[in-house]
């Protein structure tokens, strides 16, 4: 108490932005589930509020559409890794040509947890024919659906059914593949930063900073995902105590 308060000022920096606080929007996807405008105003408030906005790879709306969206506020993509190397290659591409900063590698999902609830309730709004558009929108992804046979206009949901499985498609990558990923981003990019996220072990946080990522993101998944694990400020703390530096 006593303290003077009456000037306060809570902006920071990350990888170069100069943001109002340190907080920022997460990659939440399928934003179509709660407004049929989807991710767009969303990333538009970030821009008004002056805070960093990540894009997921499950986002509903095209990659161009939301950067214009979120104007010149800072912006980030979070990638789920494909198998597809040429469809990987494209969505980072069409990241960095819409103004997306900086690429987040989420590393925790190669596989949906598995949720009681929305097996009972068939909640995966993927294969009911919403919220595929970010992938819908891509050339690449268009390109196999046609080797598929899929008309995403007369078959919705099984091209919606086909992005979630590029997305989420059960084959767990290792870090042999995140040098590929990485010098990818950055060749594209002209070397914007590359990001680790869902890292919860202290060597895990190690290994990053020695193939040379620029930052991490500790995380479980809001224990969406990761619904086993520790508490993700429980394992930040565990992280800075092991002499990790970033």
Request: net charge negative; proline share 5%.
């Amino acid at each position: 108490m006593l303290r003077d308060t009456n000037k306060r000022d809570t902006s920071t920096s990350i990888f170069g932005h100069k943001v109002s606080a340190p907080i920022g929007f997460a990659p939440i996807g399928i934003n179509k589930i709660y407004h049929p405008a989807g991710e767009l105003p969303v990333a538009k408030v970030a821009k008004e509020l002056n805070l960093p906005y990540c894009l997921s790879t499950a986002g509903s709306q095209p990659i161009e559409d939301v950067g214009r969206a979120n104007g010149e506020g800072p912006r980030f993509f979070q990638l789920y890794l494909p198998h597809d190397d040429e469809l990987t290659v494209s969505l980072l591409t069409r990241a960095h040509e819409s103004g997306f900063g900086a690429c987040i590698l989420t590393l925790d999902t190669w596989q949906l947890g598995w949720r009681h609830d929305d097996v009972a309730n068939s909640n995966y709004a993927f294969y009911h024919g919403l919220g595929a558009d970010l992938g819908l929108s891509d050339p690449v992804f268009r390109k196999r659906l046609a080797q598929a046979g899929i008309d995403p206009k007369t078959m919705p949901n099984e091209a919606g059914a086909k992005w979630i499985d590029n997305v989420w498609h059960g084959r767990a990558h290792s870090w042999e593949k995140m040098p590929w990923v990485m010098e990818t981003w950055r060749r594209i990019s002209g070397g914007k930063p590359f990001v680790l996220k869902g890292i919860q072990h202290v060597a895990d946080a190690r290994k990053a900073v020695e193939i040379g990522c620029d930052g991490i993101v500790v995380s479980n998944h809001a224990g969406r995902q990761v619904d086993g694990a520790i508490a993700s400020l429980d394992a930040l703390e565990n992280i800075v105590e092991g002499e990790f530096v970033l």
